[in-house]
T-cell receptor, first 113, second 114 residues
Framework: NAGVTQTPKFRVLKTGQSMTLLCAQD?????MYWYRQDPGMGLRLIHYSVGEGTTAKGEVPDGYNVSRLKKQNFLLGLESAAPSQTSVYFCASSPRGGANVLTFGAGSRLTVL | DAKTTQPPSMDCAEGRAANLPCNHS???????VYWYRQIHSQGPQYIIHGLKNNETNEMASLIITEDRKSSTLILPHATLRDTAVYYCIVRAPGDNFGNEKLTFGTGTRLTIIP
């Protein structure tokens, strides 16, 4: 099992460019999440999804859009990248109900110049 | 979700037990205590969780006070590979999303000293 896979692992963008981060999980989990991690800030939730076709805002959603067209994939989009979006992005998934333990991906490091 | 308070950093000698405290004085009756850790720049890794009883698994033990306002994660025989940032989170399990933020705080940076 691959678990949670994030693509790409590294990316450098210029201000104003757009890009999409892909998160794929093979555990048949209902819930998926996108976090960002900045130095000294811990992990902050951007958006999450409780099932295919549904998304919801987290703590810091501005400047990002998400889509969950397939249960196994959760896409994070930046329509017009800004330097403030330079960060490490982590995707996670968890099963419905039960202990709701999160499984995280390895992270995607994004730099916006 | 209830807020947690952890010391920013701790050291522990290799081979000793590492005891990481967490305060969660506003925890609700249906909220569990979860512990994760993040080694270097990898994705966080689940360690253990519990409601009111003490829990133990192959990685660690979790001790929750009777009033549930604080807990301690115990790594019984710390190794250099346990050097990481440890996060304590409290939240309700299952489908209870509501307005929860699922935010990980800044955690405790544990350094294992050879």
């Amino acid at each position: 099992n691959a678990g949670v896979t994030q693509t790409p692992k590294f990316r450098v963008l210029k201000t104003g460019q757009s890009m999409t981060l892909l998160c794929a999980q093979d555990m048949n989990h209902e819930y998926m999440y996108w976090y960002r991690q900045d130095p000294g800030m811990g992990l902050r939730l951007i958006h999450y999804s409780v099932g295919e076709g549904t998304t919801a805002k987290g703590e810091v959603p501005d400047g990002y859009n998400v889509s969950r067209l397939k249960k196994q994939n959760f896409l994070l989009g930046l329509e017009s990248a800004a330097p403030s979006q330079t960060s490490v992005y982590f995707c996670a998934s968890s099963p419905r109900g039960g202990a709701n333990v999160l499984t995280f991906g390895a992270g995607s490091r994004l730099t916006v110049l | 979700d209830a807020k947690t308070t952890q010391p920013p950093s701790m050291d522990c000698a290799e081979g000793r037990a590492a005891n990481l405290p967490c305060n969660h004085s506003t925890i609700s009756g249906n909220e569990y205590v979860y512990w994760y850790r993040q080694i270097h720049s990898q994705g966080p890794q689940y360690i253990i969780h519990g409601l009111k009883n003490n829990e133990t698994n192959e990685m660690a033990s979790l001790i929750i006070t009777e009033d549930r306002k604080s807990s301690t994660l115990i790594l019984p025989h710390a190794t250099l590979r346990d050097t990481a940032v440890y996060y304590c989170i409290v939240r309700a399990p299952g489908d209870n999303f509501g307005n929860e933020k699922l935010t990980f705080g800044t955690g405790t940076r544990l350094t294992i000293i050879p």
